[in-house]
């Protein structure tokens, strides 16, 4: 398991928060999602073989909100 934190453009609600962590929970060999509202972070740890970073920053993305930054660990 790959761990990611993705930097997010601000949070403007807790709302936000449980919509971002329900969408990428939902992904295929995901689990562990924190959404750090104070930081602007989701942290989570992710399977190599059936996801990549690219694709959880686009589901992200989809749900409106801007990816600023990607770090895989």
């Known amino acids: 398991m790959a761990k990611l934190v993705m930097q997010l453009d601000e949070l403007s609600c807790p709302s936000c928060l449980q919509k971002i962590e329900a969408a990428v929970e939902q992904q295929v060999g995901v689990k562990n ?41």
Do not use: M, R, W
């Open 33 to 73: 999602v924190k959404v750090l509202f104070n930081a602007s972070k989701v942290k989570t740890e992710y399977d190599e073989t059936a996801t990549n970073p690219e694709q959880l920053a686009q589901v992200v993305t989809n749900l409106g909100y801007t990816v600023q930054n990607i770090k895989v660990k």
